[in-house]
């Protein structure tokens, strides 16, 4: 799960004009991204169930030792069901979550703003 987030956040940023990975001499400008929470959970209901599932990342801006910008990105996937879910059904809805996080993570104009500056 944790490599494919990094390549889904070095895919989105590279796309934005960033060279992620590209350490570069004097450069000290960087992101940290933190897989905060990752919550599966079925609320039973008489007939049929919710099955929820919420993600959290938190990105961090880095600049010259310094974290002038941080914020944490929510995604989730909720849907009534009424049997057991198997792998791929439940990797569908998890890969949903995290997708929302690092869409919304990567839509961040101040997040973006902020590494740009230390370009």
């Known amino acids: 799960m944790v490599a494919a987030v990094q390549r889904a956040l070095a895919d989105g940023l590279e796309k934005k004009g960033f060279?992620?990975?590209?350490?570069?001499l004097g450069n000290n400008t960087g992101i940290r991204v933190e897989i905060r929470n990752l919550d599966y959970v079925i609320i039973q209901g008489f007939w049929a169930g919710t099955l929820?599932?919420?993600a959290g990342l938190k990105a961090i801006c880095i600049r010259n030792g310094l974290r002038p910008y941080e914020k944490?990105?929510?995604?989730?996937?909720?849907?009534?069901?009424?049997v057991v879910q198997g792998k791929e059904?439940?990797?569908?809805?998890?890969n949903t979550a995290l997708?929302?996080?690092?869409?919304?993570?990567?839509?961040d104009r101040e997040l973006l703003e902020c590494l740009a500056q230390g370009i």
Not at 19 to 24: L, M, R, S, V
Not at 99 to 107: I, K, P, T, Y
């Open 99 to 107: 997708s929302d996080a690092v869409n919304s993570l990567l839509s």
């Open 89 to 94: 059904a439940n990797e569908r809805y998890i």
């Open 19 to 24: 060279k992620p990975g590209a350490a570069q």
């Open 72 to 82: 944490l990105y929510h995604g989730e996937f909720v849907e009534s069901i009424q």
């Open 52 to 54: 929820r599932v919420d």
